[in-house]
């Protein structure tokens, strides 16, 4: 299971770093949320690889990951705010939930889970934050259809991406928090964790694909 797991997470890290090339070579033909998902990808890629490092020169790959989350939501967010602007509730919920998730990233980070453990709880609050923006974003798509199909919408891949990815992470973190011990996951939990990002991030590199495609973005007219 250990060699399935490295395999998988040279796979993962190799898919992210295309993903990246192919975003740099196009990156005047994406739109303002593929450059938004390109720059995720490039903390993603950044982060995983300090981790890698650090699992080799410290022993311990959880340091970066105290950094990385706070800037994934951020990141995740500002592709959601693209698209529900217009939303009067939703602009309150971004600016409060934002504030929200970087005061309680700080707090758990220095008084709970230190930067030499894994900060399970702020991911999993990061996808109880998100959860929302996603099917809200769902409801959205639903409520005004655009004349191009939704398997040639960018948003639609990243969107979905995002549930798989979120809920997963949601009921794995709420589920194991009490089994984890000095900051170690079962490695079933780990394998899980690498197929569900592999997918994940193939959802954004065909995000970023369709983004590309389309000349000019779907607008949404949000009440």
């Known amino acids: 299971m250990k060699d399935f797991i490295l395999i998988g997470f040279y796979f993962y890290l190799s ?16 739109q303002s949320i593929g450059k938004i998902i390109l720059a995720y990808l490039a903390v993603t890629f950044a982060s995983e690889l300090c981790s890698f490092i650090l699992s080799y020169t410290i022993k311990n790959s959880n340091p970066p990951y105290h950094i990385y989350i706070p800037l994934h939501y951020l990141l995740i967010s500002l592709v959601y705010r693209n698209f529900l602007i217009r939303d009067k509730v939703y602009r309150l919920y971004f600016y409060l939930s934002l504030f929200v998730f970087i005061c309680f990233s700080i707090i758990n980070s220095m008084f709970f889970q230190t930067f030499n453990t894994l900060p399970s709880n702020s991911f999993l609050f990061c996808s109880i934050l998100v959860l929302p923006q996603i099917l809200l974003l769902f409801v959205k798509l639903i409520e005004t259809p655009s004349n191009t199909a939704l398997k040639k919408q960018s948003i639609f891949w990243f969107n979905c991406g995002n549930l798989l990815f979120h809920s997963t992470t949601f009921l794995i973190w709420g589920s194991f928090n009490l089994l984890l011990k000095n900051g170690s996951v079962p490695l079933f939990v780990h394998v899980i964790l690498i197929v569900v990002n592999i997918i994940y991030y193939g959802c954004l590199l065909i995000a970023l694909y369709t983004e590309r495609k389309i000349i000019k973005a779907p607008q949404y007219i949000l009440s």
């Open 15 to 30: 898919l992210i770093f295309i993903s990246i090339i192919y975003g740099i070579l196009f990156f005047n033909n994406i």
